[in-house]
C-alpha cells in the first residue's frame, strides 16, 4: 500500500514538469528566430535575425497571405509576405535588446511566432590595484580592485593567491559587480618576511584580461585590531597627573593618539613607540570633557594603521579658578539719604571657572573704615541693595568652586556720569549686519591722557512692567576709540547704548540709540487727547509698543486736514525724545474740524498712519488777554486827553470828520403855518401861565396850571434817527425841578404846536432879563428867521438860566463842561449875547448832539 501511493506521487512530479516544460517550448511552436553569427555580441557588430513559419502553421494554405513583421522593442522594423523573414541589424546599444516575430493574418490580428534578446557588451578590462589585507593575526585576507567599466554581459572575476612552497588559493566571484573577494585563508606571522603574489582575471563571453601580480609580506598585508579597553586615570585627583591606559595586540609596535576637547574641532595628535598600552597626559585643562581615540601599526615603515578605537569620553577633575569677575553696576536715587546699588557680573568661562562654581562671594563696605558686609550669592549673576548716599563705597566680588575662590574683583563706587570733562565726544552707532553693531566715540578733548579705560553699555528698551531688561557691557581699552558689540543682539530692536570712560574714583559718560537692523514701524502713536490751550491745542499720545517700533524712532509726525477736506494735509515733525509724549501745535484755525492722525519714522522709512482722532477748536477769548489790552488803551487814552492842546486838535480833527447826516438842516419855521397862529397860542398860553405864578399850585386846588417842559419836549422833533439823544433832564418855572409831576395843559395842542412852542419859549427867555417872566416873547418877524444850520447848541445844559441874574454878558463865560460823543457838534461853546439884546435864529446853532 505505501509502495502504491509513493509512486502516484513520483508520477503527479514528473506530470507538472513535463507540463512546465511543455510550456516553455510551446511559446514558438508556429515558428522560430534565428540569430547569426550569436546573441551575444560585441559593441558595433551587426547581426542577421530570420524569422520562418512551422508548416500548416500559416493564415492559409496560400503563402503570399502571410505576413510576417519583426519588431524591436515593439517597434516595427521589417515585415515580409511568406512563410520566412530575414533581416540584418547593427548598431545596437549596450545591454539586452529584445526582438519579436509575428504573424498578421488580418489588419487587426496578430500571433506572436517567437522572439529573441541580443546581448551587447565589451571585453572586461584589465582589473588594477590589486591589495590584499588581513584584519588581526588571526584574520582571513581579502583583496580588492577595481574592475574598470561596466561590460555589460555577465563577467566572471577569479583571484589567485600563490605564496611559498608553491602554494596557491584561488576563489571565483560570480556577482556581476564583483570588486572584492575574501580568500578565507590566514597568513601566520612565522615567516613574515615571505612574499606572496596575488592576481584577478576578469572573463566573460567576449574574452578575458587579467590584472598585473601584487606582491606583498605579512607585514605589508596584515592590519591589527583596533585598541580596545580603553580609560583613563588622574592620579589624587588632579588634572597634573593624568595617565591613558588600553589594549593592544602582542605585536603592536606603534600607537597613534588623538584626543580634543568637547568644544574644539581640531584634534591634538600623538604618536607613541612601545607604548604597551599607556601613556601619561599633561597639557588637559581643568573641569574639561575630552574625547580619546587610539589608532596602532605594527611596523614603523610597513604595513597600516588599524582602525581607530572607539571614543572615550571623560572630565577632567576641578581646579581653583583663575581670571577674575568682569562686573559692572548701576546707582539710582531713591530718595535723600538712601540708594540702590545694582551689581552685575558674567559668569567665569570653563577654562576661567575650571570647575563648577558654586557661589559668587559679594563683599559691600564703606572705605571710611565701616563693617563689611559679606553675601554668597548662588545661581544667579546680579545683587542689589540700599546704601545710604553720604561716604564712599567699595565692592568685591569672586568666583567659588569646590576647590577655591578666584582673585577678587574691586569696584568703587561712584557716580559714573559726575564728571562732565571724562564724557565721550561724537558716540555714533552703524550696523555692520542683523547681529552686530559698531560703536565709535571721540576721546574726551581735554582729559583723554587721563582715561584708563571704556566701558560700552546696552541694554534693550523697558517693554513694560517691574522687570528690568538684561544689562550687557564690554570693557575696551583707552587707546580704543570703537567697539563691536555682537552679543545678545537682536534685528529691529532699539538698544540704549551709553559709552562710560574711567579715570580713577571718576568718570564720564556720553549716550546714544542704535539698532541693528530696521525697517518701518508697523503702527504709529496712538493719539489719547487733545486739549485746547493758550494759542493752540496739546496732543498727547502714547508711544508706539517696543515690539513694533522695528528699530529706533527717530521722528514723530503729526499730521492734520479739515474734515471732508481733499487738500494735502500739513505736518509736523517733532525730533524724537524718551521723555516726550505731548506736543502743541498753533497752526490750527479755530471753529474749524480737523482729523488729525500721527506716525512713527525710523532710517528705513515711515510707519503706517495711528489712530484718527477728530478735533474742534472753539477760539475761546483770552479774557486776561483782553482785560489787560483795554487797561492799556484806557490809560493811555486819558493821558492823551488830559493835555488841553492835544484834547483840542483832536476835537477839531473829529468835528472834521464828522459824516453829514449828522448835521443835516432843521425845516425854516419861517415858512410854517405855526408862525402864523402863534400869537392866538401864545395868548392863552401866557394867562394859564400867570395864574399860575399869582395863586401858586397846592394839592387842594382842583385847577390845574400847564407848566411846558422845554428841553425834554423839544429834542424828538429835531432829533436825527441816528443821533444822541437830548437831556433828559426837565427844569421846571423859577428853577424847582419837577420829574414825575403830570402837567395838564387846559385845552389840547397839537404836539409839533407844543414843542415848537416850547422851543421858541427857551429862546425868548434866553434873552430876557431877570423877573422878567418866560412867557414875555417877542413874535419875531416871519422874514426874519435865518434858514442856516443849526439852531440850539450840543450842550443845552449849558444854556444860562432865566432865574440867574448876572451883570456881565455871557459870552465872557468859560465852558464847565465838556461832553465828548463820536461826532461832535460844531459848535462847543455855549451861546453869548448881549444882556437884554433881541435873540435871533442866526445867532443859533444847534446840533443833533
Not at 60 to 85: A, E
Request: proline share 6%.
Amino acid at each position: 500500500m505505501a509502495y502504491t501511493v509513493r509512486e502516484c506521487s513520483l508520477t503527479f512530479i514528473f506530470t507538472i514538469m513535463w507540463l512546465l516544460i511543455k510550456a516553455e517550448i510551446d511559446v514558438c511552436k508556429r515558428g522560430g528566430v534565428t540569430v547569426k553569427p550569436s546573441r551575444v555580441i560585441s559593441l558595433g557588430s551587426a547581426i542577421n535575425i530570420s524569422c520562418s513559419l512551422k508548416p500548416k502553421q500559416g493564415c492559409s494554405r496560400h503563402s503570399s497571405s502571410n505576413r510576417l513583421i519583426l519588431y524591436k522593442f515593439n517597434k516595427t522594423i521589417h515585415f515580409q509576405h511568406g512563410h520566412s523573414l530575414s533581416s540584418q541589424v547593427s548598431g545596437l546599444p549596450l545591454g539586452t535588446t529584445l526582438f519579436v516575430c509575428k504573424l498578421a493574418c488580418s489588419s487587426s490580428d496578430e500571433i506572436r511566432i517567437c522572439g529573441a534578446e541580443i546581448s551587447v557588451g565589451v571585453v572586461p578590462e584589465q582589473p588594477q590595484n590589486v591589495s590584499c589585507v588581513q584584519k588581526g593575526e588571526h584574520g582571513t585576507v581579502a583583496c580588492t580592485w577595481d574592475r574598470g567599466r561596466d561590460t555589460h554581459l555577465y563577467t566572471v572575476y577569479t583571484l589567485q593567491l600563490n605564496g611559498p612552497k608553491n602554494l596557491t588559493w584561488q576563489e571565483q566571484c560570480k556577482d556581476h559587480y564583483c570588486d572584492h573577494m575574501d580568500l578565507g585563508i590566514n597568513i601566520t606571522p612565522e615567516s613574515p618576511e615571505s612574499n606572496y603574489t596575488a592576481k584577478v582575471t576578469a572573463t566573460n563571453r567576449l574574452g578575458s584580461s587579467t590584472s598585473f601580480p601584487s606582491t606583498f609580506t605579512f607585514l605589508d598585508i596584515v592590519r591589527p585590531l583596533p585598541p580596545w579597553d580603553i580609560r583613563i586615570q588622574f592620579l589624587n585627583a588632579s588634572v597634573r597627573r593624568c595617565t591613558l591606559h588600553w589594549r593592544d595586540e602582542g605585536i603592536v609596535l606603534l600607537n597613534q593618539l588623538k584626543y580634543r576637547s568637547n568644544n574644539s574641532r581640531s584634534w591634538k595628535m600623538v604618536n607613541i613607540t612601545n607604548a604597551k598600552g599607556r601613556h601619561d597626559l599633561l597639557d588637559l585643562k581643568p573641569y574639561t570633557d575630552y574625547e580619546f581615540q587610539i589608532s596602532s601599526k605594527l611596523h614603523l615603515h610597513k604595513g597600516s594603521w588599524s582602525d581607530w578605537s572607539e571614543p572615550l569620553r571623560a572630565q577632567t577633575p576641578e581646579e581653583e579658578p583663575t581670571g577674575m569677575v568682569d562686573v559692572w553696576y548701576m546707582k539710582q536715587h531713591i530718595d535723600y539719604n538712601s540708594q540702590q546699588i545694582s551689581l552685575f557680573w558674567k559668569s567665569l568661562s570653563v577654562s576661567e571657572a575650571r570647575g563648577r562654581i558654586l557661589y559668587y562671594q559679594v563683599t559691600l563696605q564703606e572705605m571710611a573704615g565701616g563693617k563689611a558686609m559679606l553675601q554668597n550669592i548662588s545661581g544667579r549673576t546680579s545683587w542689589t541693595w540700599v546704601i545710604p548716599r553720604s561716604g564712599k563705597w567699595a565692592v568685591t566680588v569672586s568666583a567659588a568652586n569646590s576647590k577655591g575662590s578666584s582673585l577678587p574683583t574691586h569696584i568703587n563706587i561712584t557716580d559714573l556720569c559726575g564728571a562732565g570733562l571724562l564724557a565721550p565726544r561724537q558716540i555714533s552707532v552703524s550696523s555692520k549686519d542683523a547681529d552686530n553693531m559698531v560703536v565709535t566715540w571721540e576721546p574726551p578733548e581735554r582729559t583723554a591722557s587721563v582715561v584708563q579705560e571704556y566701558v560700552v553699555e546696552w541694554r534693550e528698551p523697558r517693554t513694560g512692567g517691574d522687570t528690568q531688561p538684561p544689562l550687557n557691557w564690554l570693557r575696551s581699552p583707552a587707546y580704543n576709540v570703537s567697539a563691536l558689540i555682537s552679543e545678545n543682539i537682536k534685528p529691529y530692536i532699539c538698544y540704549e547704548i551709553h559709552v562710560y570712560a574711567l579715570a580713577g574714583y571718576q568718570s564720564g559718560c556720553s549716550s546714544v540709540r542704535g539698532n541693528a537692523k530696521d525697517k518701518a514701524p508697523l503702527n504709529g502713536p496712538h493719539i489719547n487727547t487733545i486739549t485746547e490751550g493758550k494759542g493752540g491745542v496739546l496732543i498727547s499720545w502714547n508711544r508706539i509698543p517696543a515690539q513694533e517700533q522695528m528699530g529706533c524712532i527717530l521722528y514723530y509726525k503729526i499730521y492734520w486736514k479739515e474734515q471732508n477736506s481733499d487738500a494735502q494735509p500739513g505736518s509736523h515733525k517733532i525730533p524724537y525724545r524718551a521723555s516726550l509724549n505731548s506736543y502743541a501745535i498753533d497752526s490750527l484755525r479755530p471753529r474749524v474740524v480737523y482729523v488729525l492722525w500721527m506716525t512713527g519714522l525710523t532710517a528705513a522709512g515711515e510707519s503706517p498712519r495711528g489712530n484718527e482722532r477728530e478735533f474742534y477748536l472753539s477760539g475761546k477769548t483770552n479774557w486776561n488777554t483782553f482785560v489787560a489790552s483795554s487797561i492799556c488803551i484806557a490809560v493811555i487814552m486819558v493821558a492823551i486827553f488830559s493835555i488841553r492842546c492835544i484834547r483840542q486838535k483832536i476835537f477839531v480833527l473829529l468835528s472834521v470828520l464828522r459824516p453829514q447826516w449828522c448835521s443835516s438842516d432843521i425845516p425854516d419855521p419861517a415858512n410854517s403855518t405855526w408862525v402864523k397862529k402863534y400869537p392866538i397860542v401864545e395868548e392863552k398860553m401866557q394867562l394859564s401861565l400867570d395864574k399860575l405864578l399869582i395863586t401858586g399850585h397846592t394839592p387842594e386846588e382842583p385847577e390845574t396850571v400847564v407848566i411846558s417842559e422845554v428841553i425834554h419836549q423839544v429834542a424828538p422833533a429835531f432829533r436825527h434817527p441816528h443821533c444822541s439823544n437830548w437831556p433828559k433832564r426837565r427844569q421846571g418855572v423859577q428853577g424847582h425841578y419837577t420829574p414825575d409831576e403830570d402837567i395838564t395843559p387846559p385845552r389840547t395842542l397839537t404836539a409839533e404846536t407844543r414843542q415848537l412852542g416850547d422851543l421858541y419859549q427857551v429862546l425868548g427867555g434866553r434873552g430876557s432879563k431877570p423877573g422878567i417872566p418866560v412867557s414875555s416873547l417877542t413874535v419875531f418877524p416871519v422874514d426874519y428867521l435865518p434858514t442856516h444850520e443849526g439852531y440850539l447848541p450840543s450842550n443845552i445844559d449849558y444854556l444860562p438860566s432865566h432865574e440867574t441874574a448876572s451883570s456881565e454878558p455871557l459870552e465872557e463865560l468859560e465852558p464847565q463842561h465838556i461832553t465828548l460823543s463820536l461826532f461832535p457838534s460844531s459848535s462847543l461853546l455855549p451861546l453869548s449875547f448881549s444882556y437884554g439884546e433881541k435873540l435871533t435864529l442866526d445867532q443859533i446853532k444847534m446840533g443833533c448832539d
